[in-house]
């Protein structure tokens, strides 16, 4: 299974849009991206995911490129309440290689 | 709805003691998976499930024992703990093995301390 690359952390101002990115230059043809965060110590909420296209939900936006080799979760509208560490993750068929990474610690600033 | 709840959520044990925490989900979903989180890093995969009566090894499984007698109870054991397994424990459960439709739904954690 592909591995993901996140920046550390990533400041946003509130009311902005915040663009987190991910590297995924290893993703196979048959792989799908999901996007988590985790807020405080809670457990980790889902956001999106896709496959080859762009993904719209209430919460986010997703881009895949064509190449797939990375994408970027969008937060139109940052508020406080979306401080929270973002996972990007690769999900193939083998199960036991899933793996959440450090991932991105998002700062919504007021 | 409860969605997936961890019994406890927290508990310190004392280095050799034995322990089982429980998982319980009431969406009827297929697979469940043990995570287990160390301060600052990411979540690893412990054991996970398919379906009642079974379960697999993932990224790191030595020390935990696991069982999946009920399709909504996913139980983690540990034998005999070791400080090294002083974590935060989350349990997921998720409605399909099929990559479109695996957005996994966690509990809130349980945070054992091993001394």
């Known amino acids: 299974d592909a591995k993901t690359t996140q920046p550390t952390s990533m400041d946003c101002a509130e009311g902005r849009a915040a663009n987190l990115p991910c590297n995924h230059s290893t993703i196979s043809g048959n792989e799908y991206v999901y996007w988590y965060r985790q807020i405080h110590s809670q457990g980790p909420q889902y956001i999106i995911h896709g496959l080859k296209n762009n993904e719209t939900n209430e919460m986010a936006s997703l881009i895949i490129t064509e190449d797939r080799k990375s994408s970027t979760l969008i937060l139109p509208h940052a508020t406080l309440r979306d401080t929270a560490v973002y996972y990007c993750i690769v999900e193939g068929t083998s199960y036991d290689k899933v793996i959440f990474g450090p991932g991105t610690s998002l700062s919504v600033i007021p | 709805n409860a969605g997936v709840t961890q019994t406890p959520k927290f508990r310190v044990l004392k280095t050799g003691q034995s322990m089982t925490l429980l998982c319980a989900q009431d969406?009827?979903?297929?697979?469940m998976y043990w995570y287990r989180q160390d301060p600052g890093m990411g979540l690893r995969l412990i054991h996970y499930s398919v379906g009642e009566g079974t379960t697999a090894k993932g990224e790191v499984p030595d020390g935990y024992n696991v069982s999946r007698l009920k399709k909504q109870n996913f139980l983690l054991g540990l034998e005999s703990a070791a400080p090294s397994q002083t974590s935060v424990y989350f349990c997921?459960?998720?409605?399909?093995?099929?990559?479109?439709?695996?957005?996994?739904?966690f509990g809130p954690g349980t945070r054992l301390t091993v001394l």
């Open positions: 969406m009827n979903h297929e697979y």
């Open positions: 997921a459960s998720s409605y399909s093995l099929a990559q479109a439709y695996n957005e996994q739904f």
